[in-house]
């Protein structure tokens, strides 16, 4: 049997995990006992008492000043602020929070998880904006000038590419390390009450509001389902080396905004919004998954097939 230790595992990720595990998707690794490392990681079995169990182990640390870690055979570090609110207000303070983390986990890691298996989550946000005319873009795709992203996304960016530079540092010790870029995803942990899309249109969904699209130039965007997610990540961390591959992890199955909201709207029956698209300008942050697959990632579901679950989860979690 194996162990799994979780950084930052209160957030989506985290509950995403626990949520797979007590449903018994983490069997084919073997994980018995998952540990969970967040500043407030106790609050979990009030916020989310669904998902504890006698095998999950909470440890309330800061990552960016704990001096020590718990050791497990799998580790994913998935410590980081999402929410661009936070990016906003405070950039370099964010900023500095995901580098002190990284920084402090490499630091630990040589000392408490040598010859572990380690992958550190990182974000598509690495690349810079997506060229328009690119409509998948691939882990070995230039990387962008980070100023052409909205302010919001260039901090968050520019951190995220340091923690993949000290990780693969940690490779060049020797220690078995992977990256994986995420893209955007749809499940149940997913806040509906940010500026996630599609959680926000679920939620004007659910509440019976119409589910309106504000941008008037082309938006495209692709969801990876919250269980593919977790057994992609489980799939690329059993595979990490000190060559440390840094794998997509996403959907491939690119939506205009404006489509996506009438897909939301449909299952709902509420109505949808979208302007007429008249901005030349084309935003798009969809992943191209082939090495994703060539390294035995599972064939996504489809955008329905995730939407509709996840419908179903929230329904029966509310009841």
Not at 191 to 204: L, M, S, V, Y
Not at 265 to 294: H, M, Q
Request: hydrophobic share 40%; with cysteine.
């Amino acid at each position: 049997m194996a162990s799994l230790l979780v950084i930052g595992g209160s957030g989506f990720f985290g509950k995403s995990i626990l949520d797979a595990y007590k449903r018994g998707l983490l069997a084919p690794w073997a994980i018995d006992r998952i540990e969970v490392v967040a500043r407030s990681a106790s609050n979990l079995t009030i916020s989310n008492p669904e998902l504890m169990s006698k095998s999950v182990f909470l440890h309330d640390l800061d990552i960016t000043t704990c001096t020590s870690l718990p050791v497990a055979d799998y580790v994913i570090h998935a410590a980081a602020s999402t929410d661009a609110k936070n990016y906003l207000a405070r950039p370099a303070a964010e900023k500095k929070n995901i580098q002190l983390g990284t920084l402090n986990f490499c630091k630990l890691a040589e000392q408490y998880l040598n010859g572990r298996k380690i992958l550190y989550v990182s974000s598509g946000a690495v690349y810079g904006q997506q060229p328009a005319a690119l409509s998948h873009i691939k882990e070995d795709d230039e990387f962008q000038e980070l100023a052409t992203l909205d302010p919001g996304k260039q901090d968050y960016a520019a951190a995220k590419r340091d923690g993949e530079r000290f990780i693969q540092e940690l490779g060049g010790k020797g220690l078995n390390v992977a990256i994986a870029r995420c893209f955007a995803f749809v499940g149940l942990y997913l806040p509906r009450d940010q500026h996630f899309a599609i959680g926000n249109f679920i939620e004007d969904g659910l509440q019976g509001r119409p589910i309106s699209v504000k941008a008037q130039h082309p938006v495209y965007r692709s969801y990876l389902y919250a269980d593919d997610l977790v057994c992609w990540l489980m799939t690329i961390l059993e595979q990490s080396n000190p060559l440390c591959p840094a794998v997509n992890v996403g959907s491939d199955e690119s939506v205009l905004m404006g489509d996506l909201a009438k897909m939301v709207a449909d299952c709902f029956g509420v109505k949808a919004n979208a302007p007429e698209l008249t901005g030349s300008v084309t935003d798009r942050y969809v992943p191209s998954i082939n090495k994703a697959l060539d390294v035995a990632c599972k064939k996504p579901l489809s955008l329905n097939d995730a939407l509709n679950r996840t419908i179903q989860a929230i329904n029966l979690y509310n009841h």
